[in-house]
Every structure is written in structure tokens, then in C-alpha cells.
């Protein structure tokens, strides 16, 4: 008995939980939430204070009236559901049918996926218009010239859905290669097969619902650079939702710094949109 009481405080200290973990944790926590949260205060109180009006939400208001930021801001949502869009279906079909019918081709694929990283976006840009313009040469007497200039229409350049393909394609890559290692997607489609499943039955029904979770990340990382992207846009002369807030940043600054505060919540938003819409797991 007595040797079971000198060992009741060892077990009882035993199951004591670490207290030092958890108060690193807090700590850490509480600086991560100070470096986000302190700059995006800072901005807020720049735009609704004033040393001569004192408090006032005029900025916010002005934003309905303001000039192209309602057709800025529709014009980046849809080449952002464009380039959402058109990168996964390019994409992920070319994934599978390496991963089923040519897995010697995967470092060849990985390596062409993951070439616009080493591509500076003014080098991009740069040939992008050349091929623009000369292709705009060449195919003037032919009938792609039409189709050449319908792509530059200003009200939906495609040009630039194309241009934010091949930018976002190393990390939509990346994204789903990492959900296909995660899944025995031969064996998953072999099974689907031969139970008499389409290739479009399998696609959707048995490789999409299991790639939720890197399709979700794919698109939050398609619709953050597609929001945010300036430099290609800029040069190629048009005026999605980031360049439209740089040009009123000159002449009205409280103004454009409200824009990005709400452009900020809006990425939230929709962020959480696309998290519901494709990250939930089917039970």
C-alpha cells in the first residue's frame, strides 16, 4: 500500500497536461493574428478618419459611384471563373491520362507545368505582345485575324484568360498533384471500369468527388492571383480590378485604400464560396 501512495503523486503529476505548449501556442498565435491584423487596422482607420472631418465613412460610400469599379470588379470575376475553368480542364484530364497511361512522362510534365516560375512577368509580357502584333500581321489576310482581334476585346480579353493560365499553371499543378498522391487513382479507375462506368462517369463520379480538397486549393490560388495580378494586365492595356485600383490610388487615396480593404473581405468571401462549394467531403 505503501509503495501504491508513493506512486499516486508521479501518476497524478504524469497526467498533468503540459501547460508550457499551450502558452507557446498562444503566443505564437497572438503574434500571427498582431501581423495581420494591425496593418489591416491601420488602413481602416486611414480611411475613415480625417484630422480636419474627424470620423467618416464617405469613402465606402463613394464606392458605388465611383467610376469603372463595378465594371472593373465584374470583369476580374469572370476571367477569374474563366481561368478557374479552363486551367482544370486542361490540366487534370493531361494529369490522368499521364498517371494511368504514361507514368514516364510525369518529370517531363512536372518540369513543363512548372516552367513559368523561372519566366519573369516583363519578359512575359513582353513576348506576349510580340506575338500579338506580328500574329496580328500574318493573319490579316486570312480569316483567324477576326478571331485574333475578337480574343483583345476589352469587354473580355481572352488574351488574358490565356495569359493567367500559363501563370497559375505551376501551382494548379502542384495543388493536384498532390491530391493525386494521395488516392490509388489506378486502382480507382480500373474498379470503375470494369464495372461498366464511362470515362466521363469515372471522371466525375469517382476521380473529382476524391479531389476536392485540391481542387479547392487550386481554384483559392487561381482566384488570388487573378484578383491581384497587375503587371500582365497593365502592360497589355487593360483595366481589370487591381489596375482600376492603382490608377484612382493617384488622385483619391483613402478611397482606393477602401477598395482594397473591401476587395480584401471580398477574396474572403469567396474564398469560403469555393471552400463550400468543392471542398466539402461526400458521406
Known amino acids: 500500500m505503501a509503495a501504491l501512495t508513493g506512486l499516486e503523486p508521479v501518476a497524478s503529476a504524469a497526467r498533468r497536461p503540459p501547460t508550457r505548449p499551450r502558452i507557446w501556442r498562444g503566443v505564437v498565435f497572438l503574434l500571427a493574428a498582431a501581423y495581420f491584423l494591425v496593418p489591416l487596422g491601420a488602413s481602416l482607420w486611414y480611411t475613415i478618419y480625417t484630422p480636419t472631418a474627424g470620423v467618416s465613412f464617405s469613402a465606402y460610400g463613394e464606392l458605388l459611384t465611383a467610376e469603372g469599379f463595378l465594371a472593373s470588379l ?33 518529370p517531363v510534365m512536372e518540369v513543363l507545368c512548372t516552367l513559368p516560375l523561372v519566366v519573369p512577368p516583363i519578359t512575359f509580357v513582353v513576348g506576349l505582345t510580340t506575338s500579338l502584333r ?26 488574358l484568360v490565356l495569359a493567367y493560365v500559363v501563370l497559375v499553371l505551376p501551382f494548379v499543378y ?11 487513382v489506378r486502382t480507382l479507375v480500373e474498379a470503375a471500369r470494369n464495372l461498366g462506368a464511362s470515362w466521363p462517369h469515372v471522371l466525375f463520379r469517382v476521380v473529382i468527388p476524391n479531389l476536392r480538397t485540391a481542387l479547392a486549393s487550386a481554384s483559392f490560388l487561381t482566384l488570388a492571383l487573378v484578383l491581384g ?3 500582365v494586365a497593365r502592360l497589355l492595356g487593360y483595366q481589370p480590378f487591381a489596375v482600376w485600383i492603382v490608377t484612382i490610388s493617384g488622385s483619391k487615396g483613402q478611397l482606393s485604400v477602401a477598395v482594397s480593404i473591401l476587395s480584401l473581405l471580398l477574396i474572403w468571401l469567396l474564398l469560403l464560396a469555393v471552400s463550400s462549394a468543392f471542398g466539402k467531403e461526400r458521406k
Do not use: Y
Not at 479552363?86 to 490540366?91: G, K, P, Q
Not at 502542384?174 to 488516392?183: K, Q, V
Open 134 to 159: 506580328t500574329g496580328t500581321d500574318l493573319l490579316a489576310p486570312t480569316p483567324f485575324w477576326a478571331t485574333l482581334i475578337a480574343a483583345q476585346n476589352p469587354a473580355f480579353p481572352v488574351v
Open 229 to 231: 495580378e497587375f503587371t
Open 174 to 184: 502542384r495543388s493536384l498533384d498532390a491530391g493525386l498522391r494521395t488516392m490509388d
Open 74 to 106: 465584374a470583369l476580374s470575376l469572370s476571367l477569374a471563373a474563366a481561368t478557374i475553368a479552363l486551367v482544370l480542364l486542361l490540366t487534370l484530364p493531361a494529369m490522368l491520362a499521364v498517371r494511368l497511361s504514361a507514368p514516364r512522362l510525369r
